[in-house]
């Protein structure tokens, strides 16, 4: 950000293109924290003004840390392969509101298209598979045995 | 982040200005094109209706933390259908407002995308249909070029000049050209 000098303007930012995503956390959090992903050059004012102006949520307190990516995995041509950093933010709720990370993957009844489609699939291994076992009077013996 | 105020109070004004028919619930893309200036009508449908309604009931949206989720009735969907990315000649047809309004739009509708794609990878399944971000990111660009030409052509009227401050191409000792 440019320096702030006493007296100077208020720094205004239109059209910020920060992004800012909500994670689920690895460790249980209290119930009032919400865990986030954020750029990496935004500050802890930062995320209040954003989630208070532009998403209408009280906020309370803001911690951040930064995540460092590992930098030790190898491709084939054996360079290292740095996974990016990452800033998290733990988020409290203002006003007691409560948060539960939601379940984006529900199990949904399929339709009768694709359980068809299963079924047929399913039909066509097992004819494969019979169709790979011997003379069932061998009794599960490779047919490369003599006799 | 102090001028998204200014834009909340406009959105405010603006949603009261507005008389919107009842909600569409098909645009489930929210800032693609096809969407006008209907972007707030999801939450005016919530609104619950008075007895007298003698006044002009304006509500800001009330939503909060669920606009890091899609709509409830899309998860767990194999694919989720969305409109084309927004071209510059729709937008240089748009009002400063409008775009800034976008903006915002494509910002929150960008930030969705990406927790959902966070999730999926920690879920280990395929993400819904991972082609809107390539078109909400092309969107914001195009937003932002326009917007960069407006600014342009404003200071060329004002001023003469193009760029803000003053520059020239140099070439350092080993001939290299820069700009400085």
């Keep these: 950000y440019p320096l702030f000098q006493l007296g100077g303007p208020q720094l205004r930012i239109f059209r910020p293109n920060f992004f800012m995503l909500a994670v689920r956390p690895g460790v249980p959090q209290p119930e009032d924290t919400v865990q986030f992903r954020v750029s990496m050059e935004m500050t802890k004012v930062d995320i209040r003004n954003y989630l208070e102006k532009i998403y209408n949520v009280p906020v309370a307190a803001v911690r951040t840390r930064i995540q460092y990516g590992a930098n030790n995995k190898r491709n084939h041509k054996n360079q290292r392969v740095k996974k990016p950093d990452y800033k998290v933010a733990y988020v409290q709720l203002g006003q007691g509101q409560t948060f539960q990370f939601p379940n984006l993957f529900p199990e949904k009844e399929q339709d009768t298209e694709t359980r068809s489609f299963d079924d047929f699939k399913n039909k066509y291994m097992e004819r494969e598979k019979q169709r790979q076992k011997g003379d069932p009077r061998r009794g599960g013996v490779p047919d490369w045995f003599g006799l | ?180």
Excluded at chain 2, 3 to 25: E, F, H, Q, S, V
Excluded at chain 2, 28 to 49: I, Q, R, Y
Excluded at chain 2, 136 to 150: F, Y
């Design chain 2, 1 to 180: 982040m102090a001028a998204a105020a200014a834009m909340a109070a406009l959105c405010r004004r603006l949603t009261g200005a507005l008389r919107l028919p009842a909600a569409r619930p098909g645009s489930a893309a929210a800032g693609l094109a096809g969407l006008t200036l209907n972007l707030f009508h999801k939450n005016l449908a919530k609104v619950e209706p008075l007895h007298q309604l003698k006044f002009v009931h304006t509500t800001v949206s009330r939503k909060g933390l669920e606009e890091f989720f899609d709509d409830p009735r899309n998860w767990g969907e194999k694919t989720v259908k969305s409109g084309d990315a927004w071209n510059i000649k729709q937008l240089r047809g748009k009002s400063s407002e409008d775009l800034h309004k976008l903006w915002y739009v494509l910002l929150k509708e960008k930030n969705m995308l990406l927790t959902l794609e966070q999730e999926s990878k920690r879920q280990l399944r395929p993400m819904p249909s991972p082609e809107r971000l390539e078109k909400v990111e092309k969107s914001m660009k195009n937003i932002d070029l326009v917007v960069r030409e407006r600014e342009v052509a404003l200071r060329l009227l004002q001023t003469g000049h193009e760029k803000p401050a003053p520059g020239e191409w140099r070439h350092d000792f080993l001939g290299r050209t820069y700009w400085y």
